[in-house]
């Protein structure tokens, strides 16, 4: 089983509101990422935790806060967005991370679709 | 730094033609090699992946692709497609020991029926 779960699959908040993206994954994975997607575009790396710990912050603003609480579980905090914040909003996790080196296998999730109004 | 690129951005064909996908990268060293695609409205899903052995690659939904290490390509083939391969398709390379790949900018293709 490949599958890695995101909730909730739409999300419109206002700029000034508080939200969290969930992303989850059972397979054992210990690297665990979040991308942003616009459309037609290629996904562009935000945060990547290893085992349990943020290992790569690619300068993404400080109004998205990642949380990794456990080694299946990640989360995204959102305050304060802007619109130009509006994008599908992965999450992807893999075996091994920084300890598998290149011949790691990155598996996504659906996806959040947020609106920022 | 690693780059990639596919030089086809929109790719238009009719049912049943032959598809071939160009994917590109600038890395010299070991290279791990991968094809992603993304139907309209869904997430992208892992076509096949390289890491050594036979170059030629069989992926899943009838794709396959070859590594051609001399010309740093690792372009994406179907003898046939279908409707229902209209999508994004994104090939991704990671190297120098790197776990974090790099994805190309994308190939939009539409399969008219």
């Known amino acids: 089983d490949t599958e890695v779960t995101q909730t909730p699959k739409h999300l419109v908040m206002g700029m000034t509101n508080k939200k969290s993206l969930k992303c989850e994954q059972h397979?054992?994975?210990?690297?665990m990422y979040w991308y942003k997607q616009k459309a037609k575009k290629p996904p562009e790396l935000m945060f990547v935790?290893?085992?349990?710990?943020?290992?790569i912050n690619e300068s993404v603003p400080s109004r998205f806060s990642p949380e990794c609480p456990n080694s299946s579980l990640l989360n995204l905090h959102l305050h304060a967005l802007q619109p130009e914040d509006s994008a599908l909003y992965l999450c992807?996790?893999?075996?091994?991370?920084?300890?598998?080196?290149?011949?790691?296998?990155?598996?996504f999730g659906p996806g959040t679709r947020l609106t920022v109004l | 730094a690693q780059s990639v690129s596919q030089h086809n951005h929109h790719v238009i064909l009719s049912e049943a033609a032959s598809l071939e996908l160009g994917c590109n990268y600038s890395?010299?060293?070991?290279?791990?090699l991968f094809w992603y695609v993304q139907y309209p409205g869904q997430h992208l899903q892992l076509l096949l992946k390289y890491f050594s052995g036979d170059p030629l690659v069989k992926g899943i939904k009838g794709f396959e692709a070859e590594f051609i290490k001399s010309k740093f390509s690792f372009n994406l083939r179907k003898p046939s497609v279908q409707w229902s391969d209209t999508a994004e398709y994104f090939c991704?390379?990671?190297?120098?020991?790197?776990?974090?790949?790099?994805f190309g900018r994308g190939t939009s293709l539409i399969v008219h029926p």
């Open positions: 992807a996790s893999s075996q091994e991370g920084a300890s598998g080196g290149a011949r790691d296998t990155q598996y």
């Open positions: 890395y010299g060293g070991t290279v791990n």
């Open positions: 397979m054992g994975h210990r690297a």
């Open positions: 935790y290893s085992y349990e710990k943020l290992s």
């Open positions: 991704a390379v990671s190297s120098g020991g790197s776990y974090i790949p790099t």
